[in-house]
C-alpha cells in the first residue's frame, strides 16, 4: 500500500521517496526500542503498554485529522 501511495503522490521521484519512507521506519524503530527500553526500565511493563497505547491513540488523531484536513481541500 505505501509503496503504490507513493507512485501516485510522486511519481518522478519513486527511488528518492522510497529511501526516505525506509529511513523513517527504521528512525521509528530506533527511537520505539529505546524510549520502550526506557519506559520498561523506569515502569515496567504496564509502563510500555500504556505508553505504546497513547503512542497509537495520538497517531490514530493525527492521521483522522490529516485525512479530514485532506478531505476539504478541492481538488
Known amino acids: ?22 529511513a523513517a521506519i527504521q528512525v521509528g524503530m530506533t527511537l520505539g526500542a529505546s524510549l520502550g527500553g526506557l519506559a520498561f526500565d523506569r515502569t515496567g511493563s504496564s509502563g510500555v503498554i500504556l505508553g505504546s497505547g497513547t503512542a497509537l491513540l495520538v497517531g490514530f488523531l493525527l492521521i483522522f485529522q490529516g485525512l479530514k484536513h485532506q478531505a476539504e481541500i478541492p481538488s
Not at 510522486?10 to 525506509?22: K, M, T
Open 1 to 22: 500500500v505505501w509503496s503504490h501511495w507513493i507512485a501516485q503522490t510522486v511519481p518522478d521521484e519513486i527511488e528518492s521517496a522510497g529511501g526516505l519512507q525506509v
